[in-house]
């Protein structure tokens, strides 16, 4: 049997990235929609051959409950959204996906958590480059020290945002602006390629050029972190230019991903040449490697649950401290 999931927001990644994938994916399938939109859900019924007893809008959610064909809720709503709806997915007994970032404050976080944990059903984040063969080398070589300790990382992840009045542009919603958005990427990268859990962050706001388009969140921000083996990352996060890099120097040589964090296909190369990897569907890859282990009523690697989820969304809050203050933040 594949694992039913159901979709939460049919917006862009549901409908760009998630469905297509799950077309290609071996321990799971597209059984059901929710969706507070009813001409979507007679599209994508029709499109993707799903009965009208597995669509739901965002009132009538709670009777997933009493749905066996669906397992796993995946939730794919505006940031400050997945709280209300990872813990109604609990509550109806579904193990759920949350999309990054997890949720929009560290108590949200705790709360998804628990609710998961008091249903006992499991949590994952749609961290889905920890299945991507790039991504793992990269996270080897780092953790394994291949080319010596990793001293310095420049992680960066940044584009040009569209559209002024969607919701990754209110503070409300979103929970802040670029960093919110893609610059978890770049934490994540850093954290990922040294191992380790930074130990304190200093970060600046870059002046604003479109002050009128970002009167909400920041266009540009920088952060820094120290972690325990004395190594250091910069980065950067914007929505007013693109970067996606993460590059690692070690003692003995470097290496690097660029692009790093998009859909791919990802590049790397080392100091000592090409790193060659298959490409694969981050999304079918990502999904995939949790069902598994849902079908083997395994629990899920450590690296993509909420407790990572919400170790990441401290940081988040730490450097917009740190930006706010001009001070160092100091982290537990
Ligand atoms: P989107 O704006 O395209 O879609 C959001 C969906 O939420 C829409 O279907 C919209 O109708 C629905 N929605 C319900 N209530 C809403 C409300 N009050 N306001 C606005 N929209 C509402 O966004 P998206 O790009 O699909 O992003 C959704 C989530 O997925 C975000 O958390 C984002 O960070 C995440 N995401 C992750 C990746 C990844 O690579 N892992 C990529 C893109 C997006």
New binding site residues.
């Given amino acids: 049997k594949k694992i039913g999931i159901a979709l939460v927001?049919?917006?862009?990644?549901?409908k760009n990235?998630l469905a297509p994938a799950l077309q290609q994916t071996q321990y799971c399938r597209l059984a059901g929609i929710v969706?507070?939109?009813s001409a979507k859900a007679s599209e994508w019924m029709q499109k993707y051959n799903i009965p009208q007893a597995n669509v739901y809008d965002?009132k009538t959610f709670d009777r997933i409950i009493d749905n066996p064909d669906i397992d796993v809720v995946y939730v794919?709503?505006?940031?400050s959204?997945?709280a209300e709806y990872v813990i109604r997915a609990a509550q109806a007994g579904k193990h759920v996906i949350c999309?990054?970032?997890m949720a929009i404050t560290e108590k949200d976080c705790q709360a998804m958590i628990d609710a998961c944990k008091k249903a006992n059903k499991q949590l994952a984040v749609?961290y889905?480059l920890h299945y991507e063969p790039f991504t793992q080398e990269v996270m080897r070589l780092g953790q394994q020290k291949v080319f010596g300790p990793v001293k310095f990382v420049e992680a960066s992840d940044a584009f040009r945002i569209g559209d002024p009045t969607?919701?990754r542009m209110k503070k409300s919603?979103a929970g802040g602006g670029a960093l919110m958005?893609v610059g978890i990427y770049a934490i994540q990268g850093a954290r990922y390629v040294t191992g380790e859990e930074p130990v304190s962050v200093t970060a600046q706001f870059s002046p604003k050029t479109e002050p009128q388009k970002f009167k909400d969140v920041e266009e540009t921000i920088f952060w820094q972190f120290r972690f325990p083996s004395g190594a250091v990352s910069n980065s950067t996060s914007s929505y007013t230019a693109g970067v996606e890099r993460l590059y690692a120097s070690c003692e003995k040589g470097w290496f690097e991903l660029s692009p790093a964090f998009g859909?791919g296909p990802l590049k790397g190369r080392t100091s000592k040449g090409p790193i060659e990897m298959p490409t694969v569907n981050?999304q079918a890859a990502h999904m995939d490697g949790v069902c598994k282990d849902l079908l083997a009523g395994k629990a899920l690697p450590n690296h993509i649950t909420g407790e990572e989820g919400k170790r990441d969304v401290r940081l988040l809050q730490a450097i917009y401290q740190a930006a706010e203050t001009g001070r160092s933040i100091k982290l537990a």
Avoid: A
């Fill in positions: 927001g049919l917006g862009s990644y549901s990235q969706t507070g939109t965002y794919v709503l505006p940031n959204m997945h999309e990054k970032p749609g889905r969607q919701w919603m958005d859909y981050h």
